[in-house]
């Protein structure tokens, strides 16, 4: 059985809950994730989006890709936290940010993606998949 997982922004507005167990979990050091989230990678542990019950409302903000598709990352607009990502390559699947989830430790990375980009302070498991750009297809 799944375990559930459940997560959700500083201010509390944003919370979610899934029900079923990650596709993948993966590191994104792409320059849009440093932007993003103000540091090296965003942490992403993405789930099937219909296993999502979301109660509050991110604000998404949409950019496109190194790759050509489009990112949305949603954010509480009170607080600012970053909780979600819609990708355009996975439409059936949500991204969760590891940092907003109620026990981030389930964050067991199997790749990083973008180490094109990533930052020399920025200290890579080495025993992980490494992408040099986005999710392999
Ligand atoms: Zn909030
Ligand atoms: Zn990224």
Not at 58 to 76: D, H, L, N, Q, S
Not at 132 to 137: F, M, V, Y
Request: with cysteine; glycine share 8%.
């Amino acid at each position: 059985m799944a375990q559930k997982i459940s997560g959700g922004c500083a201010c509390g507005a944003i919370h979610y809950e899934c029900n079923a167990d990650p596709v993948v979990m993966l590191n994104c050091h792409c320059r849009d994730c440093q932007r993003a989230s103000g540091s090296a990678y965003a942490a992403v542990v993405v789930v099937p989006k219909r296993a999502v019950q979301m109660r509050g409302e991110p604000r998404y903000y949409k950019a496109v890709g190194k790759a050509g598709k489009a990112i949305e990352r949603g954010f509480c607009p009170t607080c600012g936290s970053q909780v979600t990502v819609k990708l355009e390559r996975l439409p059936d699947a949500l991204g969760l940010q590891a940092g907003s989830l109620d026990d981030p430790s389930i964050h067991r990375p199997k790749m990083d993606v973008f180490t094109s980009s990533a930052q020399p302070w920025d200290h890579m498991n080495p025993n992980i998949q490494k992408h040099t750009e986005g999710l392999p297809s």
